[in-house]
């Protein structure tokens, strides 16, 4: 038999829908009465998801303010690694008080280097057999793969925004 821990899923790829899909199994949790710890990295717009959970009193919703992530040659970079290393520190903090965590680009937080991924699955380990956690990003690393008990890649077919067409409030975000 093996060992109790948490578990882990994984929504990588180019396509749409992998923080959706994170964001279904929240639903899940809420239906159990479960807390959701929500931790939005590389993200800044507010979005109607974000915006019908936090009327969840059992919902924790935290994110930096630095958005998408320059280039590690551009001057804001600096800043932007501090933020995430220290939203990061802050999921790490809260995880205990929780029994779902979702690490929101997580994925591309360790692959543009903002958060050590040997810190991230180190996380992951420490976190009880009670709890669950869902990484979601484009890139992900082979440690949060060999992490991850359950892994999906999404593809993208085809995408609007290569027409030109803006993201749509409610559709996108």
Do not use: W
């Amino acid at each position: 038999m093996t060992k109790q821990r948490a578990r882990i899923f994984l929504f990588t790829g180019q396509g749409k829908g992998k923080t959706t899909a994170a964001l279904g199994m929240a639903l899940r949790f809420l239906a159990r009465d479960r807390k959701v710890l929500l931790v939005r990295f590389c993200k800044n717009r507010p979005s109607g998801e974000t915006a019908a959970l936090e009327r969840f009193p059992t919902v924790r919703i935290i994110g930096s303010s630095h958005g998408m992530t320059p280039d590690r040659s551009h001057p804001g970079f600096p800043d932007h690694a501090a933020a995430a290393k220290t939203l990061f520190a802050a999921a790490v903090e809260l995880a205990p008080g929780f029994d779902f965590l979702i690490l929101d680009e997580i994925c591309c937080a360790t692959a543009r280097g903002l958060v050590d991924e040997k810190a991230v699955t180190a996380f992951l380990d420490s976190l009880r057999p009670d709890q669950a956690a869902a990484l979601t990003g484009r890139d992900a690393g082979l440690a949060l793969l060999a992490a991850a008990d359950t892994a999906s890649e999404t593809l993208c077919l085809k995408h609007a925004y290569a027409r030109g067409v803006d993201a749509q409030e409610g559709a996108e975000y």
